[in-house]
């Protein structure tokens, strides 16, 4: 078996230390736009802990996805350069806290090598699990390194992404984006200056900076979250989704939503630019 490929297998980090307050909580929830209407009681219950009647802070499932932000199963010596986010499978456990001390198990699932000039794909997890040990949520991620692949690793199939219904949509709903939400959503972590500096963004071949993918992954989850799950966020089970092409800030998500039973696919367009930016979406709601 190639060195290499056991060396990336075998990556492994446990028991990582992470907390977040509600600060962090509601900035997610900003960032991924919502509260743009200050007199929607339903997106402020995500945004407002100061109400003249208390109530508890609603936390969106997907801020999973910052909570632990930077932790990971070790350094893989990639080309990132040549990195792409290709895929985020959230398994939610239990609905997270409005502030807590968390820890972050993270390791590699397997490493899909395409071969030379082709690229590999290593899918790796996080377990996020509260002070009592309990696991709050299962964080699967998939980056697709451009300029890694022809190693030796075998020649492994991925699995099929989420199949899509053949009918019309059951449901479309319009998300405005706003044209400063990626200097907001990067305040959550992510602070690639792909997303806030244009002089990078043009040397990376686009032509001004672009949302970040895990911030369309959240605006999903919105969608989902106003439309089949009353702004309900015990009532995620996972959210799934594949990035296929990215937002520019001020652009509007459209999302077409399928129903069948407790299983929502979604795919995400923005049309005035006629591209899919998210495909083979599923939410499972319990």
Not at 18 to 44: H, Q
Request: aromatic share 8%; hydrophobic share 35%.
């Amino acid at each position: 078996m190639s060195a290499r490929y056991e060396e990336l297998k075998g990556l492994k980090n446990l028991g990582q230390k992470y907390s977040y307050t509600d600060r962090e909580v509601m900035l997610y929830a900003y960032g991924i736009g919502m509260g743009a209407d200050p007199m929607d009681e339903k997106e402020l219950a995500f945004v407002n802990e100061g109400t003249l009647t208390p109530r508890p802070l609603k936390v969106v499932p997907t801020f999973a996805s910052v909570a632990a932000w930077g932790s990971g199963p070790g350094e893989m010596n990639l080309n990132r350069v040549l990195v792409v986010d290709g895929e985020r499978d959230i398994t939610f456990h239990q609905p997270l806290a409005g502030a807590a001390h968390i820890t972050a198990d993270s390791s590699v699932r397997e490493v899909y090598d395409k071969g030379k000039d082709k690229g590999v794909v290593i899918s790796h997890q996080t377990v996020l699990k509260n002070d009592k040990g309990e696991a709050l949520a299962t964080i699967v991620a998939s980056r697709f390194a451009r300029g890694d692949g022809g190693f030796g690793g075998p020649n492994l199939a991925q699995p099929e992404p989420h199949n899509m219904p053949s009918r019309a949509p059951d449901k479309v709903v319009d998300i405005s984006t706003r044209p400063d939400q990626a200097l907001v959503y990067r305040l959550c972590g992510d602070r690639n200056p792909l997303h806030s500096d244009p002089g990078f963004a043009k040397k990376a071949g686009f032509p001004r900076p672009i949302l970040h993918g895990m911030c369309t992954y959240g605006i999903t989850c919105r969608g989902v979250l106003q439309t089949y799950a009353d702004y309900d966020p015990s009532a995620f089970k996972q959210h799934v989704a594949r990035f296929s092409s990215p937002v520019y800030p001020g652009e509007t998500v459209t999302m077409e939503m399928w129903k069948d039973g407790n299983v929502i696919s979604f795919e995400a367009k923005v049309k005035a630019r006629g591209v899919t930016v998210i495909r083979n979406g599923k939410t499972v709601l319990g």
